[in-house]
T-cell receptor
Framework: AQSVAQPEDQVNVAEGNPLTVKCTYS??????LFWYVQYPNRGLQFLLK??????LVKGSYGFEAEFNKSQTSFHLKKPSALVSDSALYFC??????????FGKGTRLHILP | ETGVTQTPRHLVMGMTNKKSLKCEQH?????MYWYKQSAKKPLELMFV???????ENNSVPSRFSPECPNSSHLFLHLHTLQPEDSALYLC????????????FGQGTRLTVV
């Protein structure tokens, strides 16, 4: 069965510092990997995806993610955090059965 | 705007009421989903419709009844809910078979009193 793990419930980063939100996955076949962001009382907003090709994918708002097949990871990164990046972040995977499975989410706090 | 519209945005209902949540997608997708998001719980997939047929029902209580009359519309009919059903209900759509991402609506914040 496919699964997604986000090992951190919360990540705190000082404004201006680089941030990383971790995600690992388990899936049969080639994975399609996604990151979403959610602001309070809003739906999930798509940030970026990996389907194939370059392991480093760039997305919205300066975010990027690195696909690592050997470690089955897809960590979200940003070189310099903004206070406005504070939100709930979800990693998701679509596997061979075409279902999209979400991680439990990681709350990101950017400290001014 | 993501192309997925949910109404209403907020709903307060009594435990004996009957109400419906509506979702409409303008993206030409062939699959639609209902998710439940409760405080401090993971996102729960409730129902999946693919090509207007229900393909997944994750042990959801019968007081939740989905309906997909066509590929653009999805409803969630609610009756005799419990206070623990209070949550944010999210609708999403995607194009299955392409590896594409899902697009979410803004959600309906449901409070059962």
């Amino acid at each position: 069965a496919q699964s997604v793990a986000q090992p951190e419930d919360q990540v705190n980063v000082a404004e201006g510092n680089p941030l990383t939100v971790k995600c690992t996955y388990s899936v049969s076949g080639n994975p399609y990997l996604f990151w979403y962001v959610q602001y309070p009382n809003r739906g999930l907003q798509f940030l970026l995806k990996y389907i194939t090709g370059d392991n480093l994918v760039k997305g919205s708002y300066g975010f990027e993610a690195e696909f690592n097949k050997s470690q089955t990871s897809f960590h979200l990164k940003k070189p310099s955090a903004l206070v406005s990046d504070s939100a709930l972040y979800f990693c998701a995977v679509r596997g061979g059965d075409d279902k999209i499975i979400f991680g439990k989410g990681t709350r990101l706090h950017i400290l001014p | 705007e993501t192309g997925v519209t949910q109404t209403p945005r907020h709903l307060v209902m009594g435990m004996t009421n009957k109400k419906s949540l509506k979702c409409e997608q303008h993206l030409g997708h062939n699959a639609m989903y209902w998710y439940k998001q409760s405080a401090k719980k993971p996102l729960e997939l409730m129902f999946v419709y693919s090509l207007e047929e229900r393909v997944e029902n994750n042990s959801v209580p019968s007081r939740f009844s989905p309906e997909c009359p066509n590929s653009s519309h999805l409803f969630l009919h609610l009756h005799t809910l419990q206070p623990e059903d209070s949550a944010l209900y999210l609708c999403a759509s995607s194009q299955e078979g392409t590896g594409s991402e899902a697009f979410f609506g803004q959600g309906t914040r449901l409070t059962v009193v």
